[in-house]
């Protein structure tokens, strides 16, 4: 019996040792610095690592696949409130956006401050006890316009402290481009806030030595990466930039993912860009699913190859089911790189050269639009370009177009395994 007790009182003066030492409480969201260097991220005292989509399509998708976490940029106490619900239904965390501008001139305005003071005052209140709501994102890329001054940085920095005041709960966050300057703005800026959201493509291997280099010394999470991007790819002798194929996304979704965000220490985890579809510069340039619901288009939003090149870097699993391998795509020959040009109203010809590990049999859905010439920067809206004749499907990998109208074009190739995934290429040629 006494013996019983002594290993009682011993074990709960260890037990008391152990809690005493440790410095993460089993409740609340913090990141704390790890012992060999870094930071790392705990919910409720649980190691975490953000697995994370950017947008709230096709989550059940996500989730099933690794994903924990879901990002959007902005919304009011309603939209939050289904995004909560979302998130509830697919046991993921949000990384929700509070939008801002990026008009400079609004951030000496005080009629702008005060009212979204004001707003994010009433979000902290609704939401502070949420426990599906991990970050709030208080503003995308506002300094994207070069602007970088105190009166953008220290309204975040006041929205941040608003937040804390309310929500001890939640983390507080900015997003940032690829902007080493925007880094030294924040460190001297906004001590308030707890860390820093970081959106690069290209450059996405260079973010972890930009860091160190910079003042800001704390943890980051990548926000938006994905594919290069349009401003920094090849483009054709008009200035047309030439899209990756949907394998050379896959390839480096994987590639940057294992380099650039599961390797670093004080990388928190990060938001795959897009989970879902949006025109920017093409229809398919940063989707990680295809369209739906465009008239004369038989397509149903498919996974394209970046859903599995995700599925297997989270999961460390081969998928059962793998999309078609688009090596390239050719117009009378001539890859995108070579500046196809054609000539009016007589007809050449298409290929791509693709192959289908489980060797599906495939559908080949051909569209050609004008090339985009209505465009924004930073992610805004852009229309769909036009379509000139008609959507042609085929059972072969080639296929003839006739253009009447001398232009720049874009011919795209939609590639179908019927199970569910779509892979995508396209070239822009010019009618001459």
């Known amino acids: 019996m006494k013996r019983s007790i002594f290993y ?76 909560i619900e979302l998130a509830q239904k697919n046991n993921m965390y949000i990384m929700q956006g509070i939008s801002m501008s990026k008009d400079h001139n609004d951030y000496i305005n005080p009629e702008y401050r005060d009212n979204l003071k004001s707003f994010v005052t009433s979000l902290a209140q609704e939401f502070k006890d949420d426990r599906n709501i991990l970050i709030w994102g208080i503003g995308n890329e506002i300094a994207l316009d070069g602007s970088n001054s105190e009166a953008e940085w220290s309204l975040v920095n006041e929205l941040s402290e608003i937040i804390k005041s309310i929500d001890k709960r939640h983390l507080t966050s900015t997003v940032i481009s690829h902007n080493p300057q925007a880094l030294d703005s924040l460190a001297k800026y906004c001590p308030s806030l707890d860390v820093v959201g970081i959106n690069s493509y290209g450059g996405i291997e260079e973010i ?74 093409t229809p398919t340039w940063f989707c990680m699913f295809v369209e739906s619901s465009v008239e004369g288009l038989p397509l149903k939003g498919e996974k394209t190859p970046m859903v599995e090149a995700m599925q297997r870097v989270w999961t460390g699993k081969e998928p059962s089911e793998t999309a078609p391998v688009v090596s390239g795509m050719t117009i009378s020959g001539k890859a995108a790189i070579e500046s196809p040009k054609v000539h009016l109203k007589e007809a050449f010809s298409a290929a791509v050269d693709v192959k289908d590990r489980e060797q599906a049999e495939l559908t080949y859905v051909w569209e050609n639009l004008r090339e985009a010439t209505v465009t924004a920067t930073g992610g805004a809206w852009e229309p769909r370009p036009d379509r000139v004749g008609d959507v042609i499907i085929t059972t072969e990998p080639t296929v003839e177009i006739t253009v009447s109208e001398k232009g720049n074009y874009r011919l795209y190739c939609y590639i179908l395994d019927g199970t569910g995934f779509c892979s995508t290429v396209n070239v822009p040629y010019r009618v001459e």
Not at 27 to 41: A, M, R, T
């Open 208 to 281: 972890e030595s930009i860091v160190e280099a910079s003042a800001y010394d704390g943890a980051y999470i990548i926000t938006e990466w994905g594919p290069t991007g349009w401003w920094e790819c090849d483009l054709t002798e008009w200035g047309a930039p030439i899209e990756q194929t949907s394998e050379q996304k896959r390839i480096v979704y994987e590639s940057r993912y294992n380099a650039a965000i599961n390797g670093p220490k004080s990388c928190l985890g990060s938001f795959c860009f897009l989970w879902g579809q949006k025109e920017e510069r």
């Open 8 to 83: 009682l009182v011993a074990f709960s003066f260890v037990l008391a040792i152990v809690s005493a030492c440790s410095s993460v409480p089993t409740e609340g969201i913090v990141i704390s610095p790890s012992k060999g260097g870094g930071y790392s991220l705990y919910i409720d005292g649980v190691k975490t690592f953000i697995t994370g989509v950017g947008g709230t399509n096709s989550l059940e998708v996500a989730s099933s696949n690794g994903a924990n976490a879901f990002r959007t940029w902005g919304g009011n106490i309603n939209s939050v409130k289904h995004n």
